[in-house]
């Protein structure tokens, strides 16, 4: 709502500044989003008059101007426009001068010849559109005054956001109605007197509410004999200066009354109403109307309209019909004031895509009782701004008046929502500001009946009271507290514990935390190669997504993180290594509301180290080990007991560089290499090392339970051993064989060397792994170790054709 | 021996320790003087040799020598050990400019930083954590928490659906959360007052992707509900709050405003750490708006079950990447989602 200072203080008389004000209505819940200072803008901008005018010596589209802008000498000013003629009276900016445009204007030098300053465009000085030509100026300026003030626009307009509780601020009256109560000073209404012909109006229209319930009242008011023409200067102002463009002296006056009362009007030209009737309807099935924007539409039987006696002359409350229309050739109007309800406009606007001045008005709620008001005063400005005779009297249908609510209010309960303590005085002086009648209740000397007059229909319950006496007390006054309470008792669950636990580890790990949006696309399924029947498929789709590629839900965090790692390689990032937590979406059978799991995504990718200078394998880049050491060291970590891996048949991943996690020998995800064909697919110029692993079953599995374990009191013993075996021997064949023949004194076997060289036949591959023996009562002799140990090798070689080479 | 003997071999000893140039050497000097087949002990040795009434004065005299010879042995030893030790380090210098091997740790996302230090102070005020689904029902997300029909936030322009059953809104519509706020009523239908939460989440609205717009975002929610909650209270509790997350010197404004789930409703402001109150770029006219509360609506109180004559409560919500746009000087949201190492890195 754009609210010009000037015509703010017609209504209310206002001491403060306009930066005051705007603070106080901050303050008090009117927030203010912008004061404007209409000169400010045109500092520098003078009225000047275009003395002399000839073409540029050096240019064919330049003139050379010789200004009189009331100064001794006339200033010289080269103008590009097309427009620019000896004798206008024209804006002329100053060097110094910024105009409105952002252009800083200085005295310059144009094709050899001086220029002391420009003559502006509608455009340049933000008074129009209009960027062509220069702005020629009425004749009767005077010359030499700044153009701010011979405009008239030496005033200010605040730019207020009207919350949606308070569409009564909607009309200057409503703002004005807020600016007194916040400044304990008077409302002044305007006058509204009408000075009435002897005709009735009731001879020459009728109106008849087939539906009260769309529309409950509708008021019809008549004027004859108008002549059309523009409004006074004054009138056109204000209304530019509010927002609305300025028509005709009949329109204007219809808008001027619906920014002054938040009531929408409408003139129809009454020789157009066909039988002088007005009828408010539903529309009938496949009826149309062509707007006054020229549009025709259909309407549906749950549009109201006005019609007259053969068809719909509007839409109600939105927009008038094109035929109906107050034109140059006007010369008797109907007015009307209605009131409409909020929903049903809503919903016709919204369906049409059609909103207006007066749908933006109506849907959000008008004051049933402002229609006399606002339909006599605006009567009176068409008579004085046109001419003509208005009519006696009005044609008010209003079958069931809408009366003022009645609400009680307990001081007690006041001071129990603020935590303050006032007294019934100060709060019945509160809610007397904003118009509202108090009087104390006859049983209890702490309780108000409040009488809501139906300009704040929004004061529907004591609560809303509450808020009125709280914001206007100020809620600056009120004094901080904490709340007392025995019943607290913060902290993070043992599952929010452990979620922490795993990003730390994460990060310690050296991964970086990332956030990928919430979606994925059809697509993503395809080229994360998932077989028709896969459970990543059955997404759960937007009804109304943005894009193809955000259209529905991801079930899966690794497509979001392919992407991150793109983002990256390709710009000069050599080195990724990112995890996210996350919820995938799956449905639930028989469930509105799908279910929702956090999961956990790693990707590693490029080089493990840059180029330090220290790294003895540059270059080196991430595989499947790395990213089994990131995995495993975190289910260790989080001490989940029953964990293991096999070899994994997720298409997603290499399907001889990834492996299955389980937790307690259900599946918990997957790690590995990503499927070259999804590297592709992702457009991505090195492997991926991916896992997406269950969050909850990591957390579910989790404990950070420890018992103490004694540190080994006697020296333990270590051997080793190398051998040869068949490539297809595992690492996890031989542990477990090592571990079964080591018996009670082995106490841990681990493998320390893997190669595969020319020494090493086809098909072999030699391992090495180092032994320790302790005993936990008494020092181990070598000579038991050493026999122990042969056992075990001896083993290896019988069971796995191993051969020795130490 | 002789006793001229055995003052020369002391002089040629000396002057051999003297001029001896590393320990390797000096060791040499003392085998061959003080070792087993070394002249010194030879003499002693000899000294049976030699006639009764001189060897007392021989035997003293190779005895002193000894001890002079060991005691030069040794400060010529630490001389030379001293220079020694010197070459040694001079010789093992490092360059202590290359860069040293600083092990590779990674960093929580900005927006987890951000939300934990929010949880953080919560937390010390005797606040516990819930969460709820990101994917919710019409009922909680809206119904419950006050909001008209025909509220615009409701429309398909504004929020994402995944089930929708007509043109008007129904309880088991489905939807992309558009705030926290649906888990305060999930909270409260599972619990009885007193309830102290603080509600991290991921939200999501229909703006299409650009510096100051995302589809996804971050809030962080607060709830108390108790007997005797107060407007002052919530007034007390930001203010605790902005001073642990913006600066002790920090101060807090109120200011009216309208959310359909709380009356009376308020907009936050905290006074700008920027230039503290004098006006910049960043806050305009001094304040910057951190988030949006009010005192619980006694309807959302009752659509729980509660009594709003008996319990009162205040709830207030903010944006997490709005907080760390202001507080770290960021002006593009797409950066929280692109996760550039380049910017991960940073924080």
């Given amino acids: ?806 | 021996m002789k006793a001229e003997e055995v003052r020369s071999v002391k002089e040629e000893a000396i002057a051999s320790i003297k001029s001896a140039g590393t320990v390797a050497e000096l060791e040499e000097i003392r085998v061959s003087y003080l070792g087993k087949k070394g002249k010194i002990t030879s003499a002693l040795k000899e000294l049976g040799m030699l006639p009764a009434e001189e060897r007392p004065v021989v035997g003293a005299l190779v005895n002193e020598v000894r001890q002079e010879i060991e005691q030069a042995l040794a400060s010529r030893r630490e001389e030379l050990g001293k220079s020694e030790l010197k070459a040694k380090f001079e010789a093992e210098r490092v360059d202590i400019t290359l860069p040293g091997r600083k092990p590779n740790v990674g960093r929580k996302h900005l927006l987890t930083q951000v939300t934990d230090e929010i949880i953080d102070i919560f937390i010390g005020l005797g606040y516990r954590v819930a969460e709820g689904p990101e994917i919710e029902l019409d009922y909680y997300n809206f119904e419950a928490l006050n909001t008209p029909p025909d509220h615009p936030a409701r429309s398909t322009t504004d929020t994402f659906y995944v089930r929708k059953a007509g043109d008007r809104p129904a309880s088991d519509d489905a939807l992309l959360r558009t705030h926290t706020s649906p888990v305060q009523i999930r909270v409260m239908e599972a619990a009885k007052p007193p309830i102290y939460v603080i509600v991290p989440g991921r939200v999501y609205r229909r703006d299409a992707i650009d510096p100051t717009h995302s589809p996804v975002f971050h809030q962080v929610e607060g709830l108390a509900v108790d007997e005797k909650i107060t407007l002052g209270d919530l007034k007390g509790t930001l203010e605790v709050f902005a001073k642990a997350m913006f600066g002790e010197d920090r101060e807090v404004r109120l200011r009216p405003h309208f959310f359909p789930f709380t009356e009376p409703s308020a907009e936050v402001d905290v006074s700008c750490f920027v230039c503290n109150r004098r006006g910049c770029r960043v806050c305009g006219n001094g304040w910057i708006e951190i988030l949006g509360a009010g005192m619980v609506d006694p309807n959302v109180l009752a659509q729980v079950g509660y009594d709003p004559e008996t319990v009162s409560g205040f709830a207030f919500g903010m944006g997490v990447e709005r907080i760390a746009m202001l507080k770290y000087g960021i002006s593009d949201m797409r950066l929280f989602f692109e996760n550039d190492m380049r910017f991960l890195r940073q924080f």
């Fill in chain 1, 1 to 806: 709502m754009l609210v010009p200072f000037s015509w703010l203080k017609e209504y209310v008389h206002i001491e403060l500044s306009p930066d005051e004000l705007a603070k106080r209505f901050d303050l008090t819940g009117t927030a203010v989003e912008s004061v404007k200072y209409l000169d400010k803008e045109l500092d520098k901008v003078i009225v000047g008059l275009v003395v002399d005018c000839e073409k540029h010596p050096n240019a064919d589209r330049l003139k050379v101007c010789q200004v009189d802008i009331g100064e001794e000498e006339l200033r010289q000013i080269v103008c590009g426009a097309p427009n620019v003629e000896g004798g206008q009276v024209v804006p002329v900016g100053l060097p110094g001068a910024r105009l409105p445009n952002g252009i800083e204007l200085s005295r310059a030098k144009i094709r050899g010849i001086e220029s002391n300053g420009m003559i502006c465009s509608k455009s340049e000085l933000g008074l129009g559109e209009d960027a062509a030509g220069i702005m020629v100026l009425d004749s009767t300026y005077e010359i030499g005054t700044p153009l701010a003030k011979a405009l008239g626009l030496d005033d200010v307009v605040f730019e207020l956001e009207v919350t949606a509780n308070r569409p009564d601020c909607l009309g200057m009256i409503g703002v004005a109605r807020e600016a007194a109560a916040i400044t304990a000073a008077e409302l002044k209404l305007p006058s509204t007197s009408v000075m009435e012909g002897v005709r009735p109006a009731a001879e020459m229209a009728s109106v008849e509410i087939k539906d009260p319930e769309l529309c409950p009242r509708y008021e019809a008011r008549l004027i004859m004999g108008v002549k059309i023409g523009p409004s006074p200067l004054w009138m056109r102002r204000r209304l530019e200066k509010a927002g609305v463009r300025p028509i005709s002296n009949i329109v204007d006056a219809t808008n001027y009354v619906m920014i002054e009362t938040g009531q929408p009007l409408h003139a129809f030209d009454f020789d157009q109403v066909g039988g002088g009737k007005i009828i408010v309807r539903r529309a009938t099935e496949g009826e149309r109307i062509v707007t006054l924007d020229e549009v025709e539409r259909l309407l549906l039987t749950d549009d109201l309209v006005i019609a007259d006696a053969s068809r719909a002359i509007a839409i109600a409350g939105i927009m008038g019909g094109g035929y109906s229309e107050v034109t140059d050739r006007t010369v008797n109007v109907l007015l009307e004031a209605a009131h409409f309800k909020p929903e049903s406009i809503m919903r016709t606007s919204r369906r049409l895509g059609l909103f207006s001045e007066a749908s933006a008005r109506f849907e959000k709620g008008v004051d049933p009782n402002i229609v006399q008001f606002a339909s006599d005063r605006a009567i009176e400005l068409m008579r004085e701004l046109a001419g003509g005779e208005v009519l006696k009297g009005e044609i008010d249908v209003y079958p069931t008046r809408i009366e003022p609510r009645n609400l009680t209010l307990r001081t007690r309960r006041v001071n129990a929502i603020l935590g303050a303590s006032l007294e019934t005085k100060e709060v019945s002086t509160i809610l007397s500001h904003l118009g509202l009648g108090v009087k104390p209740a006859s049983e209890d000397a702490h309780l108000l009946k409040v009488t809501v007059p139906t300009f704040r229909f929004d004061l529907e319950r004591e609560i809303d009271l509450v808020e009125e006496v709280a914001r206007l007390y100020g809620y600056d006054v009120i004094e901080s507290t904490l709340p007392e309470s025995s019943g607290k008792r913060g902290g993070l669950s043992p599952e929010q514990r452990m979620a922490g636990v795993i990003a730390e580890r994460l990060i310690s790990q050296g991964l970086f935390e990332a956030r990928t949006y919430s979606f994925m696309g059809p697509q993503d399924a395809d080229n994360m190669n998932l077989p028709a029947d896969s459970a990543y498929r059955n997404a759960i789709p937007l009804l109304n997504p943005l894009s193809e590629e955000q259209s529905i839900m991801r079930t899966s965090l690794l497509p979001g993180l392919l992407k991150v790692v793109r983002h990256n390689l390709y710009r000069e990032q050599y080195s990724v290594k990112e995890f996210e937590v996350g919820r995938v979406f799956m449905p639930a059978d028989g469930a509105i509301l799908p279910e929702e799991k956090r999961m956990l995504g790693i990707v590693l990718s490029g080089r493990v180290l840059g180029y330090e200078w220290y790294d003895k394998e540059k270059g080196r880049r991430f595989d499947f080990y790395d990213l089994k050491g990131v995995v495993t060291d975190l289910v260790e970590r989080i001490g989940i007991g029953d964990w293991s891996i096999m070899p994994s048949k997720d298409p997603r991943f290499h399907p001889g560089k990834s492996a299955d996690l389980l937790i307690g020998g259900e599946p918990a995800g997957a790690f590995g290499q990503i499927h070259p064909a999804v590297q592709a697919n992702y457009d991505l110029p090195v492997e991926v090392m991916a896992a997406e692993i269950s969050h909850d079953l990591l957390i579910e599995g989790a404990s950070l339970e420890r018992f103490f374990e004694e540190i080994p009191r006697f020296p333990g013993i270590s051997l080793d051993v190398a051998l040869v075996v068949d490539e297809s021997v595992t690492n996890e064949e031989i542990i477990k064989m090592i571990e079964r023949e080591g018996g009670d004194i082995l106490e841990s076997a681990g493998v320390f060397d893997v190669f595969q060289d020319g020494g090493i036949p086809a098909g072999k591959k030699s391992v090495a792994y180092t032994m320790t023996y302790r005993s936990t009562e008494r020092t181990l002799t070598v000579e038991e170790a050493k026999e122990r140990q042969a056992k075990i090798v001896a083993r290896l070689q019988k069971d796995f054709n191993a051969i020795i080479r130490s």
